[in-house]
Structures are given as C-alpha cells and as structure tokens.
C-alpha cells in the first residue's frame, strides 16, 4: 500500500512539474484571430497609425516579429513596449494611442515562445538578452515599458545608456515569482510545483 502511495506521489509531482514547465516555456499567446473575435484592433492600423512588421535577428539566431509604429513627436524618444507572458504586441494595442503622441516611434516586440518558430519562453533571461540585442540597434533616448514578464524584463535593461525611463505595470521579481502568477491565474497553488518548475527552467 505505501508503495502505490509513493509511487502515485512522485508520478503526481512529476507529471505536474512537466506540465507546468511546458505551460511556462510554451505559453498560449493572445492571437490576432481572438482580437478579431472581440471586436478589438488586430494591428496599429486598425487604429489610425502608420506602422511597419520587422524581424530581430537573436544572437541564437531567432527572428523575432516587431511592429514598429510612427510616432507623432519627431524629437520624442523611442518607445519600447513589452508584453506580459501570455500576451502579444495585440495584447498592447488598447494604450498604443497614448504612446505615440509623445514618441518619434514606438515598438511592439514579440517575446519568445509567443508566436511560431521564436523558440521556448525563458520567463526573463533570454528574453533580457533579446531586449539588449534590440536596445544596441537603437540610437536616441529610449524608454522602456513592461506588464508582468515585460516588466521583468525591462527591468534588468534599465541601465542601457540610452534609456531615459521605465515604466512598470505589475513586474515579475523572478522566474519563481513568474511560475506562481502562472499557476494562480488557474486557481491552482504555488507549492510544490512552482518550486520544482524553476529548478527545470533554462
């Protein structure tokens, strides 16, 4: 009997475990189609803006999709707007409007693992690393903003020499912060996946 219960144990904390880093590193991103399903905008120009799709070239090797979008004050700074885990450059239309008043540009960068063939998510250094490797192909004043993983993100760029500002909406702390919003957001507890997850994270 206390051999099934064990083995029905590790088989739960390994199975959960697997799930959770494959949810994590995988994540369902918002979608142009669940925007068009809403009646939300599904590009800067559904919202008046005059705006073109680019690629990053990682130093992995990724190409990253971009929307780089005009802005409105030729002497503003660039603005570098990064999305939550699970979200998209859609998810960052509804203050696009906002932004670009103020912006010689604003750009909407897709993180990795949201969207096909841009690897697995890290759930922040390697997306930190990409972040870098967009801020060194930028001249002028940049400001950084994030939501939740973006923040994070964002966050462990703040010192760019040209970042002039940081906007943060709701920051990750770390991965193992990251994994315990993640099981939250499904109504499940933190412990012990949470935990097990971030030792299996890259």
Request: with cysteine.
């Amino acid at each position: 009997m206390w051999v099934l219960l064990v083995t029905a144990g590790l088989a739960w904390l390994v199975l959960g475990t697997w799930g959770l880093v494959r949810l994590a590193t995988r994540p369902p991103a918002v979608s142009l189609g669940a925007a068009l399903a809403h009646g939300l905008p599904a590009d800067p120009g559904d919202l008046g803006c005059s705006w073109t799709e680019t690629t990053l070239h990682t130093n992995d090797g990724l190409n990253m999709p971009m929307w780089c979008i005009d802005g409105g004050n030729a002497d503003g700074p660039t603005v570098v707007d990064l999305h939550d885990w699970g979200g998209s450059p859609v998810a960052q239309l509804g203050h696009l409007v906002d932004l670009v008043k103020d912006a010689r540009r604003v750009i909407l960068p897709t993180m990795r693992g949201h969207a096909r063939d841009t690897g697995r998510c890290s759930l922040g250094p390697r997306e930190a690393t990409d972040l870098q490797a967009l801020l060194a192909t930028l001249s002028g004043d940049i400001v950084l903003r994030g939501t939740g993983l973006g923040g994070h993100v964002a966050q462990a760029c703040c010192n760019d020499s040209n970042v002039i500002d940081v906007y943060l909406d709701e920051p990750w702390a770390d991965q193992g912060d990251g994994l315990k919003r993640i099981l939250a957001s499904r109504g499940q507890v933190a412990f012990p996946f949470a935990w097990l997850a971030r030792i299996c994270l890259p």
